[in-house]
């Protein structure tokens, strides 16, 4: 099973994480809050999650194989969620912008996934 422990990430991302979800619950404190889906993967992990929506059923959800910035140690991306008080989960796009402008604004050395041309990998973020 994959971490979610922001430890397991490079130190960089750990500030980042910490910093922008204080601020993020700072400045939108009824909306639903992020709550970290992933740091490290093994390579085992990540060949699954590539086969969904190829081989297996589901969405295609990452372009990436094997040794990506999940499958580092420490890694060097984490994946986000939000979650309403009631426990449900919001997968809004707008939820994600908010998040990432003050990602850019904080640390503007971690990238967005939702910011790439191709493949728009909106809870995504790395350095």
Known sequence: MPSRKIEDCEEILQYC??????????????????????????????????????????????????NGKHNLKPAK???????KKNGTLDWSPALFKKFAAIVALQYPQVQWGGNWRTFKDLPHFQV
């Not at 991306?77 to 979650?83: E, S, V």
């Open 17 to 66: 994480w910490r910093d922008c979800s204080n601020t993020f619950l700072f400045l939108h404190p009824d909306e639903p809050q992020p709550f970290i889906t992933c740091t490290y993967r093994s390579n085992a992990e990540q060949l699954k999650l590539y086969a969904k929506g190829r081989t297996e059923p589901g969405p295609i959800v990452t372009q990436i194989r094997q």
């Open 77 to 83: 991306a984490f994946d986000i969620a939000f979650k």
